[in-house]
T-cell receptor
């Protein structure tokens, strides 16, 4: 069974600082996704990473994928308050199905 | 496109009653997923369909849960009878399979969810 772990689970950071969220998964995959969820809202797709070494950037967020290490990172640069949300990584196994397995989520709070 | 549309947005029902949740996927998407989100268990995949056919229902918790997709533009998730432990937010998502130079994959788009409370 595919397992997806994120850390940290909770993160408070000051505005202007940099930080990284980590996503580890347990089986072979080169298909990984990052989502954002605001309280009481739906999930919004942020990044789709489809190969080893893939790097995507949007504004202050940058995601990368290392399939050999089974690790993805979401890096936040110079955090601002509107990045406060819960961030999920999700992984699709390489073994012939489209069953997207989500991590536990990282609740990010940006403090002024 | 209006995105994935779910109804109702909120549902409060008494234990033992039947509950039906509805989903309209994005036009042209060939995958549809039902997820359940709770504080204790996070996001769990209940079932998914490809071209209206159920592919994997191993996440459906019990026989009280059933899902159908009679056509490409509509799906239902039914709970009968409902129990308090079914209280959760239920999300529907749809996606399309695509090929890119970097590889093949899907990107799932989520509806706004249905918040179910069983009392």
């Amino acid at each position: 069974e595919l397992k997806v772990e994120q850390n940290p689970l909770f993160l408070s950071m000051q505005e202007g600082k940099n930080y990284t969220i980590y996503c580890n998964y347990s089986t072979t995959s080169d298909r990984l996704y990052w989502y954002r969820q605001d309280p009481g809202k739906s999930l919004e797709s942020l990044f789709v990473l489809l190969s080893n070494g893939a790097v995507k950037q949007e504004g202050r967020l940058m995601a990368s994928l290392d399939t050999k290490a089974r690790l993805s990172t979401l890096h936040i640069t110079a955090a601002v308050h509107d990045l406060s949300a819960t961030y999920f990584c999700a992984v699709l196994s390489n073994f012939g199905n489209e069953k997207l397995t989500f991590g536990t989520g990282t609740r990010l709070t940006i403090i002024p | 496109d209006a995105g994935v549309i779910q109804s109702p947005r909120h549902e409060v029902t008494e234990m033992g009653q039947e509950v039906t949740l509805r989903c309209k996927p994005i036009s042209g998407h060939d995958y549809l997923f039902w997820y359940r989100q709770t504080m204790m268990r996070g996001l769990e995949l209940l079932i998914y369909f490809n071209n209206n056919v159920p592919i994997d229902d191993s996440g459906m918790p019990e026989d009280r849960f059933s899902a159908k997709m009679p056509n490409a533009s509509f799906s239902t998730l039914k709970i009968q009878p409902s129990e308090p432990r079914d209280s959760a937010v239920y999300f529907c998502a749809s996606s399309f399979f695509f090929l890119m130079s970097q590889g093949a994959g899907t990107e799932a788009f989520f509806g706004q969810g249905t918040r179910l409370t069983v009392v």
